[in-house]
């Protein structure tokens, strides 16, 4: 998610947090589940549009949920499904799991709380868009009560496939990683978790550092028109362009060509894109 303006390289244009808003607890933390208690008290850092962070309020009937991002604009928004979830949901539990939550702007290197002030620390898709990752983890760490968790997942985004590939996948793909480390970050997050980890205090074995992976994926209809519709919207920014551009790896025509197959894979019956995504549980 969106941790500060100057380096979040994905923007906050509609196809990028119609994405964002697209992911649940169930669908990007479902490693972190099995060990939430009923009263936890969580944060979610980098919450981008809280629809992980409502619906993680699920698990918690006793306890409580903050989201925090960077971007005021995208708390905004946050905060307007939060209230329509109070006001309109057709579920008692919704309703009561809203009330458990509230959104802060925040950024990821300066957490606005006391030290230990929450039982679990969580992250989706945020390291991968930081030039100091391992600054960000010990600032989670830092918050998290002794004996709590900090949970990350992160895409490990060069290992993504498509199927049927299309001419210029592969040059999206690296046209996009491209863009990631043109500002220092490591879009290949995923397999450096448990590295990022141990740098950022944590001890080596497995009750301090439990690694597993999951997969981002969208196959067939309509999750394939999701998907690839997504991108090319993403790709017909302007600023995704100029930030393309600038990598030297593509021209004007190629980044046409990429929008365009996106839009023909989008239609595919049997479109799939399958990436995979490291995840971390990190207890003191």
């Known amino acids: 998610m969106s941790t500060n303006n100057s380096s979040y390289t994905q923007g906050y244009s509609e196809a990028v947090l119609r994405s964002h808003a697209s992911r649940t607890a169930e669908t990007s933390a479902a490693f972190l589940l099995p060990h939430l208690k009923s009263d936890a008290k969580i944060l979610d850092v980098g919450c981008g549009p809280g629809t992980i962070t409502t619906s993680l309020a699920g698990y918690v009937p006793e306890g409580s949920i903050v ?48 030290d230990e002030s929450f039982d679990v620390v969580y992250c989706h898709q945020m390291l991968l868009h930081l030039p100091k990752p391992v600054d960000a983890l010990k600032e989670m760490r ?59 205090g944590y001890e080596a074995g497995p009750e301090h550092i439990t690694f597993s992976s999951s997969n981002q994926a969208f196959g067939g209809q309509p999750h394939a028109e999701f998907w690839g519709k997504m991108w090319a919207e993403r790709i017909a920014d302007e600023s995704w362009q100029q930030q393309a551009l600038s990598t030297g790896k593509v021209d004007q025509d190629q980044i046409q060509s990429m929008q365009q197959d996106w839009l023909t894979w989008s239609a595919a019956p049997d479109g799939t894109f399958v990436m995979v995504c490291g995840e971390v549980l990190l207890r003191k």
């Open 67 to 114: 989201g925090t991002d960077y971007s005021e604009d995208v708390v905004v928004q946050a905060q307007r499904r939060l209230e329509r979830l109070r006001d309109g949901s057709n579920s008692e539990a919704q309703r009561q799991a809203a009330d458990r939550c509230r959104f802060e702007v925040a950024s990821v290197f300066e957490l606005p709380f006391a």
């Open 142 to 200: 830092r918050v998290c009560k002794r004996g709590g968790i900090v949970a990350a997942r992160e895409a490990d985004f060069t290992t993504s496939v498509l199927f049927p590939s299309t001419e210029t996948f592969d040059l999206w793909l690296s046209t996009a990683a491209a863009i990631y480390r043109s500002i220092g970050s490591e879009p290949d997050a995923g397999r450096r978790l448990v590295r990022w980890a141990l740098d950022a």
